[in-house]
T-cell receptor, first 115, second 111 residues
C-alpha cells in the first residue's frame, strides 16, 4: 500500500493522559499536514511540515499539542494532559509541492476518545 | 456528538440518477479547488480538482463546475451508484499551504 498510513486507528484514553499518534506519508511527498475533524465538520488545519521543518501552526494547536517530523519522513503528534474536548478524528495528509498544484492525500485517521 | 453529523446538508438520490452537490467558497483569492469524498470511518479521498483559470473539468463520472463570479463550486456525479454514498467536501486553496474545507454534504443513494 503506497498511501498515507496512520497508527493507531483508534485510541481511548482517560482525561489527563498523554497520547501519541504516528503518520507515515507517501514516500516521495515533501509536505505533511495534521488536521482535526469533529463529527459533521470538515477537517481543520493544525500544522504542517515541509520536509523536517514545521512551518505553520494553527491557533487551534494549544501548547499541549506538539508535532515532530525528525527526519522529514514520518511524523508524530503528541497530546499531553488530554481533555474531553480533544476527542476527534486526527487526520494526516501529505503532498508533493509543485509549481502547478498541490493535492493533499489523506490517511485513514486516528479516532481519539477521551473519557 | 452524533447529532452534529445529522445536521449536515443532505442529498438523497435514486440509483442511476445524476447528483449535483453545491458549495459556496469564501475567499475570492482562492485559485485552486478540490472535491473530497469521505466514507464513514475513513479519511477524505481526492476526487477531482480545478484551478481558477478553468470553469469546468471532467473526470470519470464526475464533473466540477466553477463560477468565480458568485464564488460557487459544484460537483456533478453521473449515474450515481450506491458506492457513491458518502460525505462530500469542497476545499479551497489560495496557493499557499492552507486548504480550507467546507462543512460537507451527505449523499444518500437509494437502491
Amino acid at each position: 500500500d503506497t498511501g498515507v498510513s496512520q497508527d493507531p486507528r483508534h485510541k481511548i484514553t482517560k482525561r489527563g493522559q498523554n497520547v501519541t499518534f504516528r503518520c507515515d506519508p507517501i514516500s516521495e511527498h515533501n509536505r505533511l499536514y495534521w488536521y482535526r475533524q469533529t463529527l459533521g465538520q470538515g477537517p481543520e488545519f493544525l500544522t504542517y511540515f515541509q520536509n523536517e521543518a514545521q512551518l505553520e501552526k494553527s491557533r487551534l494547536l494549544s501548547d499541549r499539542f506538539s508535532a515532530e517530523r525528525p527526519k522529514g519522513s514520518f511524523s508524530t503528534l503528541e497530546i499531553q494532559r488530554t481533555e474531553q474536548g480533544d476527542s476527534a478524528m486526527y487526520l494526516c495528509a501529505s503532498s508533493l509541492v509543485s509549481a502547478i498544484q498541490e493535492t493533499q492525500y489523506f490517511g485513514p485517521g486516528t479516532r481519539l476518545l477521551v473519557l | 456528538g452524533e447529532s452534529v453529523g445529522l445536521h449536515l446538508p443532505t442529498l438523497s438520490v435514486q440509483e442511476g440518477d445524476n447528483s449535483i452537490i453545491n458549495c459556496a467558497y469564501s475567499n475570492s483569492a482562492s485559485d485552486y479547488f478540490i472535491w473530497y469524498k469521505q466514507e464513514s470511518g475513513k479519511g477524505p479521498q481526492f476526487i477531482i480538482d480545478i484551478r481558477s483559470n478553468m470553469d469546468k473539468r471532467q473526470g470519470q463520472r464526475v464533473t466540477v463546475l466553477l463560477n468565480k463570479t458568485v464564488k460557487h463550486l459544484s460537483l456533478q456525479i453521473a449515474a450515481t451508484q450506491p458506492g457513491d454514498s458518502a460525505v462530500y467536501f469542497c476545499a479551497e486553496n489560495t496557493g499557499g499551504f492552507k486548504t480550507i474545507f467546507g462543512a460537507g454534504t451527505r449523499l444518500f443513494v437509494k437502491a
